[in-house]
Nanobody
Framework: QVHLVESGGGSVQAGGSLRLSCVAS????????MAWFRQAPGKVREAVAA???????TYTDSVKGRFTVSKDNDKHTLYLQMNALKPEDTAMYYC????WGLGAKHREYEYDYWGQGTQVTVSS
């Protein structure tokens, strides 16, 4: 059974940093595309960053240069290093897994498995 468990969220001031982690189990981790999504209150869920099975990464424009996604295949863990955080980054952050590993996708419907989320709150 697939499990994705996120951690590392919290409350920080603008300009601060957080590192999110997502520990995966129950599937062949290295062959999957993994991604971070986020959903702010009253808004649709959006992709933040993705990394495919070949290590290719993509980011949504609003986080480029501030966030870094990485995938540790030995530890079955996905990370999101978030620097220079802004109040508009406040959201619930979700880890997602797509069995079709190639292509760092940003479409929600392409991901079969989801974690429960971890809250990130950035104050001004």
């Amino acid at each position: 059974q697939v499990h994705l468990v996120e951690s590392g969220g919290g409350s920080v001031q603008a300009g601060g940093s957080l590192r999110l982690s997502c520990v995966a189990s129950g599937f062949t981790y290295k062959t999957y595309c993994m991604a971070w999504f986020r959903q702010a209150p009253g808004k649709v869920r959006e992709a933040v960053a993705a990394v495919d099975s070949d290590g290719r990464v993509t980011y949504t424009d609003s986080v480029k240069g501030r966030f870094t996604v990485s995938k540790d295949n030995d530890k079955h863990t996905l990370y999101l290093q978030m620097n220079a955080l802004k109040p508009e980054d406040t959201a619930m952050y979700y880890c997602a897994a797509d069995p079709w590993g190639l292509g760092a996708k940003h479409r929600e419907y392409e991901y079969d498995y989801w974690g429960q989320g971890t809250q990130v709150t950035v104050s001004s």
